[in-house]
């Protein structure tokens, strides 16, 4: 049967193998069933000839104890041959239609004394078919007898003929109306999948929404009907989010490489009267802006391509990190604050740096005078770093857009002044994945010039035993 499964059966389709499986446990099942219906029937039957053999010998056993025994013995019509015989075999006495000659046992069959039950041809007792023969002792110790009781077995043969031959006809037929209507159920059952499928194979992944059909039943069917369609929903936002990205990163790359091409032009055409100098300036700029930019694009398709959190790298302490960020700026323009002892989170150091480095570049970008880098903590679980700056700020509406990716607020986020949006997009993204949160809050609250406050949380950590 492995063999079968492994072999015809995967080539049919997913209606035929279920009906092919339910056909054949049925099959099966009727089988096993029937088996054991006829088996116990024959049993039962058999054993109410033995009872009413052993009930006319018990009788007869007493009348022979009793020395009463009748001539000829009474018996129950044709149904029952009886014969009583001595230790010698010679039959004492015998039903009407029992042999007086010739006992139905012969002297190697008989045992004197014992309770017998035994199959013998038929036509050695007169009676059609197999006959069942059962022996009672009887008598006295000094005249021992045996009755013998025979009854045929041609009505228990003919019954359990009957019943089989009524299996044998009826149990196909059963298989075959069950298959059917088997063929129908599992069809009706089916046809809200193959709706499923016809609806996938008409999406062709154009723009819109395109969801497959949902089935009326709160079932199994139903349930994943409503997670496609969320896997489908998920796919359209991704592949939308995807094409804005490419749209936008195309869009970002395109400008410096204009400027640059425009900027070789010009000085192709001034000839001798280029500033060569200014040009190669204008050069470098615009090619560390495309660098920038480009490391940026990695950076963040690389955060896409990981879904789940990386294991920490290993303890980072935050004042170390912090003094680290601080000696890239000059001091006038980055006034540092740090706490008296250490603070320990656990992450990656490198992603932390590049945080904070963001935070500050975007601060100093639209401070007046200069910022403030700072850590302290414990607040709970988390440690705090706040980059604030004297700036115009960002309008509480605007502030969860800002994280959005290629998002500039105003002129004063221009592209000469400032990167491409995507600074506090990595920031975000590397917090996240860091295990904290960060947010953004008026410096100043209520002041002509609120300036800005970014508020870094980090999972605070114990500080680690030395090695």
Sequence with gaps: ????????????????????????????GFAFGGTLLVGALGWTLQRSVDEEALRTADAVALLTAEDALPDPLPVAGGQLRVQVVDAQGRIRAASIDADRLVPMLGPDD??????????????????????RVVTVPAGTAQEPRTVLVAKSLTDVRHSLRVVRNLLLVGFPLLVAGLGLVAWRVVGA??????????????ITGRAGAERLPVPAGQDEIHRLAVTLNDMLDRLAASRDRQRAFVADAAHELRSPLTNMRTELEV??????????????????????RLSRLVDDLLLLARLDEQDARPAPVGPVELGELLRGVAARYPSPALRLTLPDGPLWVEGDAGELRRVLVNLVDNALRHARTGVELAVSGPDGAYHLVT?????PGVPAADRERVFARFTRLDDARARDAGGAGLGLAIVQELV???????????????????GLRATVRLPALAEPDPE
């Design 387 to 391: 980059v604030t700056d004297d700036g």
């Design 432 to 450: 996240r994945r860091a295990g904290g949160t960060v947010e953004l809050a008026d410096a100043t609250p209520g002041a002509a010039v609120p």
């Design 189 to 202: 059952t089916l046809r809200p999948v193959e709706h499923l499928r016809s609806g996938a194979a008409e």
């Design 267 to 288: 000085a192709r055409r001034l000839g001798d009267d280029t500033d060569w100098p200014a040009v190669a300036d204008d050069l470098l700029a615009d090619t560390e």
């Design 110 to 131: 008989l045992r004197p004394g014992q309770r017998q039950r035994l199959v013998v041809d038929g036509r050695r007792v007169g009676m059609p078919g197999p006959v």
């Design 1 to 28: 049967m492995s063999r079968w499964v492994r072999g015809p059966l995967p080539r049919l389709g997913l209606r035929a193998r279920l009906l092919a499986l339910g056909v054949l446990g049925l099959a099966v």
